[in-house]
T-cell receptor, first 115, second 114 residues
Framework: AQTVTQSQPEMSVQEAETVTLSCTYD???????LFWYKQPPSRQMILVIR??????QNATENRFSVNFQKAAKSFSLKISDSQLGDTAMYFC????????????FGKGTLLTVNP | ETGVTQTPRHLVMGMTNKKSLKCEQH?????MYWYKQSAKKPLELMFV???????ENNSVPSRFSPECPNSSHLFLHLHTLQPEDSALYLC?????????????FGSGTQLSVL
């Protein structure tokens, strides 16, 4: 079974600075998908960024980018120019590329952006 | 706003009560999901419906009973719950149940079982 580990329960960053959230996963598959979801205080989970394992190029979405290290099974999220609205829980998630569509989530990292 | 609405936002119930959670999506999606989010634990998938048919029951106790009358609505009927069932219950939808679809989540129902 796949597992997703987020080793940082909480992190904080100053506004306008850069922060990196870590995520590692365990799988024997070669084809899969990785996600970062954000859950602000409103509780609504929002997809931040998605990475296909077969793509070598790291995904980017505006201020959000990932460092995908397939051999190390590492999928970190970098937030540049942090904003107060980035304060939220961030969840890393894994999905198999096969017929098992289930998303496996990590426990999350609470990120606080300080003014 | 992601187009997925959950009601009620908060619910307090006794162990002998019967209540229902409601989820509605206005996105034209055909797959809907129930997740349970407990403190300091990963999100747990509970049920999946694809085109109104239940395609996944992740070993959920029978005191949780889902219902999907159409592709836009999903219910979770609750009865004789336990205190450990207290959690945030999230509904999500996606175009279809597939490999790479993006999930759209509601804001959840915070359930407290006394």
């Amino acid at each position: 079974a796949q597992t997703v580990t987020q080793s940082q329960p909480e992190m904080s960053v100053q506004e306008a600075e850069t922060v990196t959230l870590s995520c590692t996963y365990d799988t024997s598959e070669n084809n899969y998908y990785l996600f970062w979801y954000k859950q602000p205080p409103s509780r609504q989970m929002i997809l931040v960024i998605r990475q296909e394992a077969y793509k070598q190029q790291n995904a980017t979405e505006n201020r959000f980018s990932v460092n995908f290290q397939k051999a190390a099974k590492s999928f970190s999220l970098k937030i540049s120019d942090s904003q107060l609205g980035d304060t939220a829980m961030y969840f890393c998630a894994f999905r198999s590329g096969g017929s098992n569509y289930k998303l496996t989530f990590g426990k999350g990292t609470l990120l606080t952006v300080n003014p | 706003e992601t187009g997925v609405t959950q009601t009620p936002r908060h619910l307090v119930m006794g162990m002998t009560n019967k209540k229902s959670l409601k989820c509605e999506q206005h996105l034209g999606h055909n797959a809907m999901y129930w997740y349970k989010q407990s403190a300091k634990k990963p999100l747990e998938l509970m049920f999946v419906y694809n085109f109104k048919e239940q395609t996944e029951n992740n070993s959920v106790p029978s005191r949780f009973s889902p219902e999907c009358p159409n592709s836009s609505h999903l219910f979770l009927h609750l009865h004789t719950l336990q205190p450990e069932d207290s959690a945030l219950y999230l509904c999500a939808s996606s175009p279809i149940q597939g490999v790479n679809e993006k999930l759209f989540f509601g804001s959840g129902t915070q359930l407290s079982v006394l």
